[in-house]
């Protein structure tokens, strides 16, 4: 009984066992998982002038906006993008994400470092939306522009931007 307590001590305070110690009880871990949120290459982190913004509501000092030469359409329900945050005082945030229509769900892939290079995340899984997250009400307005019926809502990155312009602000369903 005590050597095995040793043995299970040993398994768990060793960093390299804990893997083999997982292994064991859970089975070998599968490869990286594929998935078409996750581009071969993300667009040009770009400091463009023809953003095209969009309302998210009255209380928020952020503005919000797409960068047009980042959108794209991913079988026909996940939608990619980068979407550049604003601050009062000037200050940016530019991130790369992806809109899964058919779950609704939010992913970050990437955000962009000052040198205008992006730093990928590695493990950032699908978020749910909600229609009552008044701190990313962002992407939930994004949602309701860019989605429909659980599928994009064109089918050409030009529709969906022609959308976004159009569309005024919508609460999530």
């Given at each position: 009984?005590?050597?095995?307590?040793l043995v299970a001590a040993v398994l768990v305070a060793v960093p390299g066992l804990r893997e083999a110690r997982a292994q064991l009880i859970f089975g070998k871990p599968e490869g990286p998982v594929q998935e078409a949120a996750v581009p071969q290459s993300l667009p040009a982190v770009s400091a463009a002038q023809d953003l095209v913004e969009?309302?998210?509501?009255?209380?928020?000092?952020?503005?919000?906006?797409?960068?047009?030469?980042?959108?794209?359409?991913?079988?026909?329900?996940?939608?990619?993008?980068?979407?550049?945050?604003?601050?009062?005082?000037?200050?940016?945030?530019?991130?790369?994400?992806?809109?899964?229509?058919?779950?609704?769900?939010?992913?970050?892939?990437?955000?962009?470092?000052?040198?205008?290079?992006?730093?990928?995340?590695?493990?950032?899984?699908?978020?749910?939306?909600?229609?009552?997250?008044?701190?990313?009400?962002?992407?939930?307005?994004?949602?309701?522009?860019?989605?429909?019926?659980?599928?994009?809502?064109?089918?050409?990155?030009?529709?969906?931007?022609?959308?976004?312009?159009?569309?005024?602000?919508?609460?999530?369903?």
């Amino acid at each position: 009984m005590r050597a095995a307590l040793l043995v299970a001590a040993v398994l768990v305070a060793v960093p390299g066992l804990r893997e083999a110690r997982a292994q064991l009880i859970f089975g070998k871990p599968e490869g990286p998982v594929q998935e078409a949120a996750v581009p071969q290459s993300l667009p040009a982190v770009s400091a463009a002038q023809d953003l095209v913004e969009f309302y998210v509501s009255p209380t928020t000092t952020v503005r919000f906006a797409l960068d047009p030469a980042s959108v794209a359409i991913d079988g026909d329900t996940v939608v990619r993008f980068t979407l550049v945050a604003t601050s009062a005082s000037g200050a940016r945030n530019v991130s790369y994400e992806a809109l899964r229509c058919s779950s609704r769900e939010q992913r970050l892939i990437a955000i962009a470092r000052p040198d205008a290079s992006w730093s990928l995340l590695r493990n950032s899984p699908w978020r749910p939306l909600r229609h009552d997250d008044m701190v990313n009400r962002q992407h939930a307005e994004l949602f309701v522009r860019l989605c429909e019926a659980g599928r994009a809502a064109g089918s050409s990155p030009q529709q969906l931007l022609a959308r976004l312009r159009a569309t005024p602000a919508l609460l999530l369903p």
